[in-house]
């Protein structure tokens, strides 16, 4: 769990990133909500959105224009925000699925798998954190994610400058009501503007709905909070939720492997503020795009809720200051490309893999590019971009992927794998 983070952390390693300059993108459909898409010209400026012009028809594939705006044509993609990931544990996505369950609580998986000194655990403890980390980033940078909400202390020498997704940085958390010993007390060092996050329902027993009314007891349960899991709720815990004004991450296919059993479109009407989180690969089947799909195809929530649980909804319930999770004028320039096959951005994002998500900007900087984006963009994009390939396909990323593959492989026996796939430079 959590405390296996309790490790000494390799030297810092990053990549310097190119400063921010002026984007103009045109050509494609540009969603401005889960049901709509219009074609728009997207002006980018400091790394933000500086207008859509929606009746700009397409220039030249990049080309300058006269006002040293690098112009870009991304006919035939659709493009839609960055996605938001509500919770996930970045250091612990190189690990195998582990477990045996259903169990009937975390502690229980918790102590099923927890063997620091044996292996598998040992061999990936041993990667330095630092790498696994930067993993973990690029787990989220290839299914569109750009930002993450990382269940741990935040690690400042590590997600700042050249870290290839944002990482939110300003919160308070506690693992779990079990594995905290003053919950209230770092619920009270959280800023008043700030989410405070915590793992609690994470069971279906008796003791994991009690914890949402011993949460309430300690005074730390309000509009702040956001509870992770919350599948052992029962409807009394839920209306308290609710009646708090506090939002729930929901990770369905984490919870069906190590609880036998998830949230379903009953529960997930009970709640307002609802986002969604792709937690690790410890437990989980993979990216968020994998949760996108489980969510839909296991539980029937709706293609146009999902969407909103990844963008608008994400961003509210964790309070992010740059209009994240929107294309709109003055929101940061977070944004992804998908081909468009003429599907609402919400059916397109619930139907998509990682094998879909073509291009990455963050802050106005491209992340990744696939293949079909090289010739759309000039030759020193991808000066400081390293080829990887993923199962199949082949991805070229802000990081440093050569030295990443070399320093995990020093210590993991066998093939490198990123959330279950099979990753290698190109």
């Not at 400091?46 to 112009?71: K, V, W």
């Not at 991808?382 to 593959?405: H, I, K, M, N, Y």
Request: with cysteine.
């Amino acid at each position: 769990m959590t405390r296996l983070l309790d490790e000494l952390s390799a030297p810092e390693r990053t990549e310097a990133r190119v400063p921010c300059g002026s984007l103009r993108l045109t050509g494609a459909q540009v969603a401005i909500d889960a049901r709509t898409a219009v074609p728009a010209e997207v002006v980018i400026e400091g790394g933000c959105i500086r207008e859509l012009l929606t009746d700009a028809a397409p220039s030249p594939r990049a080309a300058r224009t006269p006002d040293s705006r690098l112009t870009v044509d991304l006919s035939g993609y659709l493009l839609l925000p960055g996605l938001i990931n509500a919770h996930d544990h970045l250091e612990f996505n190189l690990f195998p699925r582990l477990g045996n369950g259903p169990y009937p609580n975390f502690q229980q998986w918790g102590e099923d798998i927890v063997r620091p000194d044996a292996s598998p655990v040992r061999d990936h403890l041993a990667v330095p954190k630092p790498v696994r980390l930067w993993w973990g980033a690029i787990k989220n940078l290839l299914c569109g994610v750009t930002t993450v909400c990382h269940h741990n202390p935040y690690q400042r020498g590590i997600f700042g400058k050249g870290f290839p997704v944002r990482v939110v940085s300003r919160y308070g958390w506690a693992h779990s009501l079990a594995l905290e010993k003053d919950v209230a007390a770092l619920f009270r060092a959280t800023p008043d503007d700030a989410p405070f996050l915590i793992h609690l329902g994470e069971g279906t027993d008796a003791g994991s709905a009690r914890e949402i009314f011993e949460l309430d007891r300690l005074g730390a349960l309000d509009a702040r909070t956001v509870i992770i899991h919350g599948v052992g709720l029962d409807r009394g815990g839920r209306a308290l939720v609710e009646e708090r004004g506090a939002g729930l991450v929901w990770c369905p296919s984490s919870n069906l492997f190590t609880l036998g059993k998830t949230l379903g479109q009953d529960e997930l009407s009970q709640h307002r503020r609802v986002a969604l989180g792709s937690d690790s690969a410890l437990t989980a089947e993979g990216d968020l795009l994998d949760e996108i799909r489980v969510a839909w195809s296991a539980t029937g929530v709706g293609s146009e809720q999902l969407f909103n649980m990844v963008t608008r909804d994400a961003a509210e319930i964790l309070r992010l200051p740059r209009r994240q999770g929107s294309l709109q004028a003055g929101a940061v320039a977070d944004l992804i490309a998908l081909p468009d096959l003429g599907r609402s951005p919400a059916d397109t994002l619930a139907e998509s893999s990682f094998r879909e998500v073509e291009l990455v900007v963050l802050a106005g900087q491209p992340q990744l590019l696939a293949p079909n984006m090289l010739s759309r963009w000039p030759k020193e994009t991808c000066e400081e971009f390293g080829t990887l390939q993923v199962e199949d396909s082949v991805r070229w990323v802000r990081a440093p992927v050569a030295w990443l593959v070399e320093e995990t492989s020093r210590h993991l026996p066998g093939p490198v794998r990123l959330a279950g796939r099979l990753v290698r430079p190109a």
